[in-house]
């Protein structure tokens, strides 16, 4: 979210979580010097999410710091050191890995303990989510008990087939691209429409 009116009627839905894209080479970019206004999201239930790109430590730590977050998302290349280093500090860290290492767990081990959540997305050159799906298949074989949201290319369409996975670890699903009017900017009544179908 990056349009403070958008985020306020996308509020009034009850989400879960709302995004922040802090990745300058996103098309969601929040801007280097964002309305701290924001991030006072009107329903205090909902968890604000900062999702973040490679970068450096103190950068993140700061901008939790300062109260505009309340959790953040890894979506680049950040080794289980960095994932560490932000919960040390008492930061709930999301990591968005490849669905491929499902199948290679010693991958996912290695953020074992370090990680608060997985999210699982289809991989692509750039960083960032590809707006497409991946084989969902491939979650009957995830054991490792660490609760993951579902990523990539999620659409209004989808709820029913979402409402039908038997994950024991599923958390969530992460909506973006297929909701949108532009980016950045929620279509309110799809919106509106899958969450009542998915809840």
């Known amino acids: ?6 985020l306020e009627v996308v509020c009034s839905l009850a989400p879960d979580f709302i995004g ?5 080479g996103s098309v969601r970019y929040i801007g280097i010097r964002p309305d701290p206004a924001l991030f006072s999201i009107p329903r205090k239930e909902t968890t604000r999410v ?33 994932c560490k280093a932000l919960v040390n500090e008492g930061i ?9 290492l499902i199948g290679n767990e010693n991958g996912l081990k290695a ?12 991989p692509g050159e750039n960083h960032g989510g590809t707006g497409r799906k991946f084989d969902w298949d491939v979650l009957t074989g995830y054991s490792l008990p660490v609760p993951f949201f579902l990523s990539g290319g999620i659409g ?9 996975l038997e994950q024991m670890w599923f958390h ?17 009544k799809q919106l509106e429409n899958f969450f009542k179908e998915i809840r």
Do not use: C
């Not at 950068?59 to 680049?76: E, F, K, T, Y």
């Not at 709930?92 to 491929?100: Q, R, S």
């Not at 953020?111 to 289809?122: A, R, S």
């Not at 699903?173 to 532009?182: A, G, H, I, M």
């Open 1 to 6: 979210m990056k349009d403070a009116e958008n």
């Open 20 to 24: 922040f894209i802090f990745f300058k």
């Open 50 to 82: 900062g999702v973040f790109v490679n970068e450096p430590l103190i950068s993140v730590q700061r901008i939790v710091d300062a109260g505009w977050l309340d959790m953040v998302q890894l979506h680049g290349s950040e080794t289980p050191a960095y």
């Open 92 to 100: 709930h860290v999301i990591k968005a890995l490849d669905p491929g």
């Open 111 to 122: 953020y074992y303990g370090v990680v608060h959540y997985f999210l699982f997305d289809t």
């Open 156 to 164: 209004p369409d989808d709820a029913p087939a979402i409402r039908e």
């Open 172 to 188: 969530g699903v992460d909506l973006n691209s297929r909701f949108e009017r532009e980016p950045g900017l929620k279509n309110v």
